[in-house]
């Protein structure tokens, strides 16, 4: 019988799993927590985003709950159309919805922003982008795949209807090859 590992990890020790930057606005470094400890219904990592920077852009999920509590440096969130300054000690909840629970946290102190960030993990995740108008759909991984991610542009979305380019050929195809003969 397999020994279980240890069912936790130091948050300060745990390695980056995951460092990303783009142009000169978002950048940052995460270090996966739950996922390794055999976690499958909540996500946790331990955020790291430098001065001047936000981790990611304003969005909102529409079936994820996302929490954040702030370890250290301070920063300012945005929710909806409203600000607030952030410290260590503050816990932020993020309710699944629509572009009134966009959210984001930038870091507009002197120091490196530290939070602990949670997340339900419910799929497909479709997750709306407001400052850039576009909409992203990720569904889990299938066998040895990563999950699949796609994005859409806010303004192409409902070009086409549900039956648009169906023209029912293989169902008349099977009907007929099914037809019993007279």
Known sequence: MKTPGKPFVNVFEAPVTDARAHGEHFDVRMAQLAAGLGAREIGANLTR??????????????????HFYIV???????????????KPGDYVVNPAGGPEHAHQLVNTGSEELVYLAL????????????????????VPASGATASTRFIIDDAARDQLQYYDREDGARVRDLVKAHKPKP
Do not use: C, I, M, Q
């Open 72 to 86: 250290s440096g301070t920063g300012t969130l945005r929710v909806g159309a409203a600000t607030w300054p952030v």
């Open 119 to 138: 997340s339900t993990l419910r799929y497909p995740e479709v997750v709306g982008y407001p400052d850039s108008g576009k909409t992203g759909v990720r």
């Open 49 to 66: 985003v430098p001065p001047g920077k936000a981790a990611f852009p304003f969005h909102h999920h529409h079936a994820n709950e996302e």
